[in-house]
């Protein structure tokens, strides 16, 4: 069973890096577009921010933080799912090198955990 889940991998690698490609190009996208806002936004205007506008502000560039730092740890996991295809490492766990199951890798292909170990290193 776990020879051909591996063999079922391999055939589904073609797929899974361009999804994983794809991905990065989406991940790559997003963090430009943050850092363009951010540039525009701290660029000298003339224009003073109303007492009221201060807590939106805040709010918004909290939240548009905290979406930076889930793009940018999206996009380190994605990389190292592509360079494990490159090492031949890809579809194994990193914790107990088991085979990852195809439809796992399928449904998250950057995943580097079995869904056993998964469930170990969470909180």
């Known amino acids: 069973m776990v020879q051909s889940s591996l063999a079922r991998s391999r055939r589904q690698l073609p797929a899974l890096r361009e999804e994983l490609e794809r991905q990065r190009d989406f991940r790559e996208e997003q963090l430009a577009h943050l850092l363009a806002h951010d540039e525009i936004r701290t660029s000298p205007s003339g224009h003073e921010p109303h007492a009221a506008d201060d807590d939106g502000s805040r709010a918004l ?18 990389e190292l799912a592509l360079a494990r295809m490159d090492d031949g490492t890809y579809g194994r766990c990193r914790a107990c090198d088991s085979a990852i199951a195809p439809a796992v890798l399928t449904a998250i292909p950057a995943t580097t955990l ?3 170990c998964q469930v170990g290193t969470e909180p």
């Open 61 to 78: 560039r909290e939240i548009r933080g905290l979406v930076a730092v889930g793009a940018r740890q999206a996009l380190a996991d994605i």
């Open 114 to 116: 079995c869904p056993a």
